[in-house]
């Protein structure tokens, strides 16, 4: 088991800091150690007030991990001022801390400095022993003494900082990599317009896990731009301020600034922790796993319709989530849903189910309609997903509960759910479920 360390302050709002810290370690496979240096009373509005731990408190807390919990990382955040520094510069070469990554925090999102101004020159000889740095726009502009406009001048500052990794979020979300005299560009997903609260913590915290995994610089800075970046954009609101993002993975989905696109992910999130919530949904996953896709009014391509990019796969007894809800993820239950709702405009939501005959049994038994159609009936210049559903409504003369077939040729029997939105079509899977 890879291990990494945390020494920052406590986030009472849990999204930044030691709490974010732990978080990133968890979701990338390693396991988290903490130091405290202070703590902080925040939430998404702002930091209100905070304490800093004595250098005694802190150097007690250093001694209890390395003592006996080798890191194979260590990453810092918050360190206050010059003595917290001190004591951790002196601690660090005490015991050989690898693979260390300096989080040079100096203000908060909200605006609250968190680093005693005389304090820079003394956070500046800690940065020999790290194997990166990793500054955002202002923090740089302050350790380079410099403005900066533009990318030329983030990689003139790289070059003054050292080897570290110059975050743009402040400018078009393009970070800067200096290491080892060579510049890297990481270009993100684009510059998010609202306050987004502890993604410099997540950042810093993801190079160290993936450090402590053995990655080298260039690859653990990459994976880490890759993590983050998809957990910005599944942001959670959990307060009235600054958003956060979602390192535990707790939403399936991203989230849209288009409202429209980001209530259909949350009507799927919804529905999908409706299902596998089921103690008898597991009976309904074929072979080849399950999904579900919901898409937006009048949709006309599979760019509109949102579903699972993975499956929902059986774990025993057990449903599991397998990929992220986002638009254009799912061709095959996408076109049959499409194929359906060109038929019936108020069908907007589909699921690809197992089929059996227990299971066409437990529809009929749920009072839910049902059609079915023949694979091997088609042509061979036809496709099978619009031609077996278009027929099979047309035969019906509307938009059925479900429609089923029973396989061809190296092809799998599935039973396909129709409804208004996803969770009418989850609501329709667990009657199903229920009387097998």
Request: with cysteine; charged share 25%.
């Amino acid at each position: 088991m890879k291990k990494a360390l945390s020494i920052a302050g406590s986030d009472s709002g849990g999204g930044a800091g030691i709490q974010q810290d732990l978080k990133v370690f968890s979701s990338i496979g390693v396991h988290g150690t903490s130091v405290i240096t202070a703590v902080t009373a925040q939430n998404t509005l702002g930091v209100k007030a905070f304490v800093v731990l004595s250098p005694e408190m802190i150097a007690s807390q250093i001694d209890s991990v390395l003592s006996d919990i080798r890191p194979d990382a260590v990453k810092t955040g918050m360190l206050a001022n010059s003595e917290v520094i001190s004591c951790v510069r002196k601690k660090l070469k005490e015991y050989k801390a690898p693979n260390l990554v300096i989080d040079p925090v100096m203000v908060s999102t909200s605006g609250q400095r968190l680093l005693e101004e005389d304090a820079i020159e003394s956070l500046r000889k800690l940065f020999p022993l790290a194997s990166l740095v990793t500054p955002n726009i202002p923090e740089a502009e302050i350790l380079a003494g410099m403005t900066i406009k533009s990318r030329r001048d983030m990689k003139k500052a790289a070059e003054e900082i050292g080897d570290c990794v110059v975050k743009g979020g402040h400018l078009d979300a393009v970070d800067v990599l200096f290491y080892k005299g060579e510049f890297s560009i990481f270009k993100g997903g684009g510059r998010i317009d609202e306050k987004i609260h502890g993604a410099g913590c997540a950042f810093s915290a993801a190079i160290a896990a993936y450090l402590a995994q053995d990655c080298a610089v260039l690859q653990a800075v990459s994976y880490a731009k890759e993590y983050v970046d998809e957990a910005i954009n599944r942001n959670l609101t959990v307060g009235r301020g600054a958003r956060i993002l979602d390192t535990g993975k707790i939403k399936l989905g991203r989230t849209y600034a288009d409202k429209k696109k980001s209530l259909v992910i949350e009507d799927l999130e919804q529905a999908v922790d409706r299902f596998v919530s089921d103690e008898n949904a597991y009976k309904l996953i074929p072979q080849v796993g399950a999904n579900i896709v919901m898409a937006l009014d009048n949709a006309k391509s599979l760019p509109e319709v949102a579903g699972l990019s993975g499956r929902l796969i059986r774990d025993r007894k057990c449903v599991v989530p397998v990929g992220r809800i986002d638009y254009g993820a799912s061709t095959h239950a996408g076109r049959v849903l499409l194929t359906a709702m060109g038929c019936d405009k108020k069908i907007k939501a589909a699921m690809v189910l197992r089929f059996g005959l227990d299971v066409v049994a437990a529809c009929k038994k749920a009072g839910l309609s049902a059609a079915v159609f023949e694979r091997d009936a088609q042509k061979p210049d036809q496709d099978t997903l619009e031609y077996g559903t278009y027929n099979a409504i047309k035969l019906y003369g509307k938009v059925p509960d479900v429609i089923y077939d029973r396989g061809g040729m190296g092809k799998e029997a599935i039973l396909r759910v129709f409804g208004s939105d996803a969770l009418n079509v989850v609501g329709k899977a667990i009657k199903i479920s229920g009387n097998i």
